[in-house]
């Protein structure tokens, strides 16, 4: 005979597994961070995978009512957040120094991984060129969610040097925002009539609005909160907690600005939280509290365990079958970013040598900014706006786009998550066992100097001086 007070509905049994995850997590985050050299995002996804509807069958955001709309909103705050908390973390000014690395990475870089995203989609799974454009453009960025797990608080991170991970930190969180440019270019040359009409529109509401004024906004309403926060602080009308999550509100803040206003939300948040840490005083007064590493737990980790629950295995099938986007994932993580990056380091002043180089160029990975991006791609194509259906249209003039895009963007994050989540291990364990024996830590992977070949270039003491002021 059954308890009748026992209600195991899905969404209880939700809330156990989540948050036992994360319990689980955080009582053992020493051994998988430190010593196992894993990050969360690919063991979130896993448990959302296991407990989703093609594993145990509990967590299933449909019978929650989640749709297209929800998962743009869930994606849009975790990565708007996450470029905030990148823009605040950077030292003092450090924008002012190394501009040109990150313009190089923010340029050539992006463009070409665009272009070769877009090339290896429209070869291997014969879709329209535009189509490969706007796929591209989605997968381009590198995440800040996924970067922030490998590059935080954790003993790998502290083999790689200062400059390298500021500059991976700082590319991850403009990008998002520099895709947007490239992800118009794309639906504008399939929904204009004319290429005239596609050129006006991607000019002045893509560059214009919503990156240079999205921008110029952020970085007002940065100043501001500056200002403002500094004054209440000295006359002692604010409460030293509210200090701590003063720049969650304000990346939320920022992202209600670029939302409503039709900017470019993560432009807005990103000038927003450079123009307000310009000066470094927020950073010095919350140095002690790691409340980024919080809200990585909480609200990243959450949202990897959403994910995958809804990975779309349904849709890999025909001509996006499993082989086809194992061979798409494969090529793009090899030819994405690794051969301009090696190309171009010379001129990518914070890039010391090719090991360097070819540590940033593989160290793109792809995650919650892609998934944003194809939903926002997919809700430009079935209404004409940024709102998305809840669910893909069963007839439209753009039907094969609408149908590709995220299915595509879906297998390719859920590889990047694997592969970059996991490569802070597989570096660790190789970098131990290519050590003579003598020089090897006495745990597998417990070596604390930095990675094989990670020193400066042709100046090694004026990258070394650099890298010390950083």
């Known amino acids: 005979m059954g308890w009748p007070q026992v209600e195991p509905t899905t969404s209880h049994l939700t809330y156990l597994i989540v948050s036992g995850f994360l319990i689980a997590y955080a009582l053992y985050s020493e051994l998988i961070r430190n010593r196992l050299h894993l990050s969360e995002p690919p063991l979130a996804t896993l448990v959302g995978i296991i407990f989703g509807p093609r594993g145990i069958g509990i967590l299933d955001p449909e019978t929650w009512g989640w749709q297209d709309d929800i998962t743009q909103e869930f994606t849009r705050i975790i990565v708007g957040v996450q470029v905030f908390a990148t823009a605040i973390e950077l030292p003092k000014r450090w924008l002012s120094r190394h501009w040109r690395s990150v313009a190089m990475m923010l340029g050539p870089v992006m463009i070409f991984g665009w272009l070769a995203s877009a090339l ?3 070869l291997i799974l014969k879709t ?18 996924l970067s922030a797990s490998v590059l935080g608080e954790a003993k790998f991170s502290q083999r790689i040097p200062k400059r390298l991970r500021h500059l991976l930190s700082a590319e ?4 998002d925002g520099i895709s947007f440019p490239l992800l118009y270019a794309g ?6 009539a004319t290429a005239g009409d596609a050129v006006k529109d991607w000019f ?7 990156c240079l004024i999205g921008t110029g906004i952020g970085v007002l309403i940065g100043i501001a909160a500056n200002k403002l926060l500094k004054l209440c602080e000295k006359n002692g009308y604010i409460q030293d907690f509210t200090l701590f999550v003063f720049y969650f509100l ?4 920022c ?6 206003l039709g900017s470019d939300d993560f432009l807005v948040v990103f000038g927003a939280g450079t123009a307000f840490a310009w000066d470094g005083w927020f950073t010095e007064k919350t140095e002690k509290v790691k409340l980024p590493n919080v809200i990585d737990l909480l609200l990243n980790s959450t949202f990897f365990v959403y994910f995958g629950a809804v990975v779309p295995w349904d849709r890999f099938t025909g001509q996006m079958n499993a082989w086809k986007l194992l061979a798409c994932l494969v090529l793009i993580l090899l030819l994405r970013r690794i051969p301009i990056v090696l190309v171009t380091h010379r001129w990518i002043h914070d890039i010391g040598n090719y090991r360097e180089a070819l540590f940033s160029g593989h160290f793109g990975p792809i995650g919650v900014g892609a998934l944003f991006l194809a939903i926002e791609a997919r809700a430009r194509l079935e209404t004409g706006t940024s709102d998305p259906l809840p669910h893909p249209p069963e007839h439209s003039p753009y039907k094969a786009a609408i149908d590709t895009v995220w299915p595509v963007i879906c297998f390719v994050v859920l ?6 989540g996991s490569s802070a291990m597989v570096m660790s364990v190789v970098s131990h066992f290519t050590r003579p024996k003598k020089e090897r830590a006495p745990l597998i992977g417990g070596e604390t100097e930095r990675l094989y070949g990670m020193i400066s270039g042709n100046d090694v003491a004026s990258l070394a001086s650099e890298d010390s002021e950083s």
């Open 120 to 122: 290896i989609v429209y």
């Open 128 to 145: 329209k060129f535009t189509t490969a454009l706007i796929i591209g453009a989605c997968l381009t960025p590198t995440d800040p969610v």
């Open 172 to 175: 991850s969180g403009c990008n």
């Open 187 to 192: 639906l504008l040359a399939v929904t204009k």
């Open 204 to 210: 002045l509401d893509v560059i214009i609005w919503q």
């Open 250 to 253: 304000l990346a939320i803040f």
């Open 255 to 260: 992202i209600g600005v670029g939302s409503t």
């Open 415 to 420: 590889g990047s998550i694997m592969v970059h």
